[in-house]
């Protein structure tokens, strides 16, 4: 059978399009935005107030690791621990989250942190806070009737 060359051309560009397109759905759906269960650490959710880190919850800062501050958090039905968050601006963070019921979300309004709490798993992202201000953290993975209420904040100061 004889294939006409145009017919050829339009074949692979078809398939080409269709795995440039895979690639970008596939890569914009991690890179930049949610990032869910990107660690390997699982904790016992049921024992997560006995578990360090997550037995003191709150902001810590660290030495001599590639960031200067870690914020520990507890996610619960419906309320982030701490509540309020306040790192001082140009410091390097490593947000260390979990849940201990349901799944939650982290986002911090306004910024690309964006994480999804699983039971049973905890998830970290590093970043550098670089802008004064106060954020909006909010749950973005429905967990229940409060959902909506549940929320926290992160003050980036001078
Ligand atoms: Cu927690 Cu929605």
Redesign the pocket.
């Known amino acids: 059978m004889h294939i006409h060359k145009y017919e050829k051309w339009w074949l692979s560009f078809g398939a080409a399009m269709l795995v440039a397109f895979l690639v970008i759905v596939g890569v914009s759906a991690f890179h930049n935005g949610t990032h869910p269960n990107n660690s390997k650490w699982t904790i016992n959710y049921e024992k997560v107030d006995e578990i360090a880190p997550f037995n003191q919850p709150g902001v810590h800062k660290v030495e001599g690791k590639d960031w200067d501050y870690e914020v520990v958090l507890v ?1 619960s ?2 309320s982030y621990n701490p509540m309020n968050i306040e790192i001082p601006v140009g410091s390097k963070v490593k947000f260390i989250a979990t849940t201990k019921d ?1 799944i ?2 982290f986002e911090v309004a306004g910024t690309n942190i964006n994480m999804m709490l699983e039971p049973g798993y905890v998830s970290e992202y590093v970043t550098t806070a670089d802008k004064v201000g106060e954020f909006l953290i909010v ?6 009737a409060g ?1 909506a209420m ?1 929320y926290s904040k992160l003050m980036v100061v001078n």
Do not use: K
Request: charged share 5%; net charge negative; aromatic share 14%.
């Open positions: 996610a039905a419906f349901v939650h979300g749950c973005n993975e429905y967990c229940g959902h549940m």
